[in-house]
Nanobody, 123 residues
Framework: QLQLVESGGGLVQPGGSLRLSCAASRFALSYYAIHWFRQAPGKERERVSCINSSGRSTNYADSVKGRFTISRDNAKNTVYLRMDSLKPEDTAVYYC????????????????WGQGTQVTVSS
């Protein structure tokens, strides 16, 4: 089955940037829409951004619109999340998840998940 591995998290100061990667193995990522979700301590998992399998359609949560950019490189079997102007409220574990072709905003509709990568925004 498809396996996903996130990387690129870490500690960054407010206003800083990070780029997260979601790398796939065992199957071609080009068939899958990839959604980044995040979960802060004591909170529900929330959607961040999604890109469909072709890369032609993307969407963003209002809280990250204009600051985060999702992209994909199907030749490298990887999806990226560029995060700029980071705020303390962006602190969370970030997960990538996959489903065939098209994005969905519902956690339950994603078949494959990575293990998560911690992002901490603090001075």
């Amino acid at each position: 089955q498809l396996q996903l591995v996130e990387s690129g998290g870490g500690l960054v100061q407010p206003g800083g940037s990070l780029r997260l990667s979601c790398a796939a193995s065992r199957f071609a990522l080009s068939y899958y829409a990839i959604h980044w979700f995040r979960q802060a301590p004591g909170k529900e998992r929330e959607r961040v951004s999604c890109i469909n399998s072709s890369g032609r359609s993307t969407n963003y949560a209002d809280s990250v619109k204009g600051r985060f950019t999702i992209s994909r490189d199907n030749a490298k079997n990887t999806v990226y999340l560029r995060m700029d102007s980071l705020k303390p409220e962006d602190t969370a574990v970030y997960y990538c998840a996959a489903r065939l072709n098209f994005c969905s905003g519902y956690v339950a509709e994603y078949d494959y998940w990575g293990q998560g990568t911690q992002v901490t925004v603090s001075s």
